[in-house]
T-cell receptor
Framework: KQEVTQIPAALSVPEGENLVLNCSFTDSAIYNLQWFRQDPGKGLTSLLL?????REQTSGRLNASLDKSSGRSTLYIAASQPGDSATYLC???????????FGTGTSLTVIP | KAGVTQTPRYLIKTRGQQVTLSCSPI?????VSWYQQTPGQGLQFLFEYFSETQRNKGNFPGRFSGRQFSNSRSEMNVSTLELGDSALYLC?????????????FGPGTRLTVL
């Protein structure tokens, strides 16, 4: 069974810092990987989706990379803002369907 | 475009009862997935429906079931509720066509079992 791990579980940084969130998975036979953010008491918002054939995706201040062979993905957030405070989850998709295995998340706090 | 809607938003039930949750996907989306989120287990996949057919199923007991209607709306049912079923139930919709198929999540239904 696919296991997805996110380290650290919590992270606190001052506003303006660049930061990296890590995601690792045990089975490299994946179809795609998504990064989500979840705000307290709310659903998930998709940030970036990377297909297994891709190495990275970028959206604004966010950049996600994927190294399938080593079972790792990183989410880079540039120039962090207090509005970035949320829980960030990575999810691995093993096939063309939408059955995703989620990590336990990294709780990010950006201090003004 | 309207987002994914889930009803009801909150539910309180007692052990042994059954419950039905509803999810309306974004217009044009044919795939609906359901997830259970708890503090201890995190987000776990329940099942996915695509064009009224169950396409994938997670590792949950048979008390958890679902269906999808011709308009892509989906319902999930939990019978004989247990205390451990207390959770946030999230549904997500997408085109279901694979590739760069972003999932859009609803706000969830918070189920409390007493």
């Amino acid at each position: 069974k696919q296991e997805v791990t996110q380290i650290p579980a919590a992270l606190s940084v001052p506003e303006g810092e660049n930061l990296v969130l890590n995601c690792s998975f045990t089975d490299s036979a994946i179809y795609n990987l998504q990064w989500f953010r979840q705000d307290p008491g709310k659903g998930l918002t998709s940030l970036l989706l990377i297909q297994s054939s891709q190495r990275e995706q970028t959206s604004g201040r966010l950049n996600a990379s994927l190294d399938k062979s080593s079972g790792r993905s990183t989410l880079y957030i540039a120039a962090s803002q207090p509005g970035d405070s949320a829980t960030y989850l990575c999810a691995v998709g093993p096939n063309t369907g939408n059955q995703f295995y989620f990590g336990t998340g990294t709780s990010l706090t950006v201090i003004p | 475009k309207a987002g994914v809607t889930q009803t009801p938003r909150y539910l309180i039930k007692t052990r042994g009862q059954q419950v039905t949750l509803s999810c309306s996907p974004i217009s044009g989306h044919r795939s609906v997935s359901w997830y259970q989120q708890t503090p201890g287990q995190g987000l776990q996949f329940l099942f996915e429906y695509f064009s009224e057919t169950q396409r994938n199923k997670g590792n949950f007991p048979g008390r958890f079931s679902g269906r999808q209607f011709s308009n892509s709306r989906s319902e999930m049912n939990v019978s004989t509720l247990e205390l451990g079923d207390s959770a946030l139930y999230l549904c997500a919709s997408s085109t279901g066509l694979g590739g760069l198929d972003t999932q859009y999540f609803g706000p969830g239904t918070r189920l409390t079992v007493l």
